[in-house]
């Protein structure tokens, strides 16, 4: 059972930057980080979640929601088991719970559906 662990969540002002951290263990043997698609998905208070960010599992596809464009850049380290989303020019309504989200390398990460793990989250807040 792959277990995620964010972190890095925090109170920030708005314009300032953020960087979360999600960790990946529990990995199957023979199924390495490196072969899931990982993405960042966040839930606003009294909104449904919704897609943030998502990276392929070799690293070398992205896929950003058209409002985070520019703002937010995904990244992944496969040799330590981590997914980072840097946080940029941060807006109020960014202000969330952010998760990480791990599927298959066939999966389509930019939808919930194509996730199969889910962290607990990470509260981001953003003061104006």
């Known amino acids: 059972q792959v277990q995620l662990n964010e972190s890095g969540g925090g109170l920030v002002q708005a314009g300032g930057s953020l960087r979360l951290s999600c960790a990946a263990s529990?990995?199957?043997?023979?199924?390495?980080?490196?072969?899931?698609?990982m993405g960042w998905f966040r839930q606003a208070p009294g909104k449904e979640r919704e897609f943030v960010a998502g990276?392929?599992?070799?690293?070398?596809?992205?896929f950003y929601a058209d409002s985070e464009k520019g703002r937010f850049t995904i990244s992944r380290d496969n040799a330590k088991n981590t997914v980072d989303l840097q946080m940029n020019s941060l807006k109020p309504e960014d202000t969330a719970v952010y998760y990480c989200?791990?599927?298959?390398?066939?999966?389509?990460?930019?939808?919930?559906?194509?996730?199969?793990?889910w962290g607990k989250g990470t509260l981001v807040t953003v003061s104006s």
């Open positions: 990276i392929s599992w070799r690293g070398s596809s992205t």
């Open positions: 529990g990995l199957a043997t023979g199924l390495a980080f490196s072969t899931y698609n």
């Open positions: 989200a791990a599927g298959g390398k066939y999966s389509d990460y930019r939808t919930q559906r194509g996730m199969n793990y």
